[in-house]
């Protein structure tokens, strides 16, 4: 017994495509970019009753939070869109089934920003999140944009110091 989520990904496929959503700012949008398998469990029988499974993320999660800076309000960044750019969306997945889930790989170069939401410093303090292809995204690229509702927009680029690595079952802030 295994699990694999979401239903869209065909189990005992040899190799299939998955795209995680452009505007993860909609929970359906956002779950349904969640990647997730379950390894299989050979020693449960049919009569056994419930089967516990234990579901592992194939892919990254970042989550972005914003601060107020200098000569900003807090409530000058309420309503700001966030999206992550320079990260493509589209991977293969080598194989689903019994005997496990095969490596997730990026499937181009086209990059396309995802949306990642909007934020309220009163419902959203904890940061928001958005599911990523696990990739490398390479030094002096632009990582995100943020458009404040006075249409002013802030870039946030990778130092030439090194480049960034989304792995799988990882967690990034920032």
Same mark, same amino acid.
């Given at each position: 017994?295994?699990?694999?989520?979401?239903?869209?990904?065909?189990?005992?496929?040899?190799? %299939?495509?998955?795209?995680?959503?452009?505007?993860?700012?909609?929970?359906?949008?956002?779950?349904?970019?969640?990647?997730?398998?379950?390894?299989?469990?050979?020693?449960?029988?049919?009569?056994?009753?419930?089967?516990?499974?234990?579901?592992?993320?194939?892919?990254?999660?970042?989550?972005?939070?914003?601060?107020?800076?200098?000569?900003?309000?807090?409530?000058?960044?309420?309503?700001?869109?966030?999206?992550?750019?320079?990260?493509?969306?589209?991977?293969?997945?080598?194989?689903?089934?019994?005997?496990?889930?095969?490596?997730?790989?990026?499937?181009?170069?086209?990059?396309?920003?995802?949306?990642?939401?909007?934020?309220?410093?009163?419902?959203?303090?904890?940061?928001?999140?958005?599911?990523?292809?696990? %990739?490398?995204?390479?030094?002096?690229? %632009?990582?995100?944009?943020?458009?404040?509702?006075?249409?002013?927009?802030?870039?946030?680029?990778?130092?030439?110091?090194?480049?960034?690595?989304?792995?799988?079952?990882?967690?990034?802030?920032?």
């Amino acid at each position: 017994m295994y699990g694999v989520y979401p239903n869209t990904v065909t189990a005992n496929a040899s190799s %299939q495509n998955f795209e995680v959503k452009n505007d993860q700012s909609l929970d359906d949008d956002y779950m349904a970019s969640d990647l997730m398998f379950a390894d299989p469990e050979s020693d449960h029988k049919k009569t056994a009753g419930d089967v516990s499974l234990v579901f592992k993320h194939k892919l990254s999660k970042v989550i972005v939070k914003l601060k107020k800076g200098s000569g900003l309000n807090a409530s000058d960044i309420d309503g700001a869109t966030v999206k992550i750019t320079n990260t493509i969306r589209q991977c293969t997945i080598a194989s689903v089934g019994k005997s496990g889930m095969g490596s997730v790989d990026v499937t181009s170069d086209a990059a396309s920003p995802i949306t990642v939401g909007t934020w309220n410093s009163s419902t959203t303090p904890n940061g928001i999140a958005a599911i990523v292809v696990p %990739q490398v995204v390479t030094a002096n690229s %632009q990582l995100f944009e943020v458009e404040l509702t006075n249409n002013a927009v802030y870039r946030y680029y990778i130092p030439s110091t090194g480049n960034v690595t989304f792995s799988p079952e990882k967690v990034y802030t920032y």
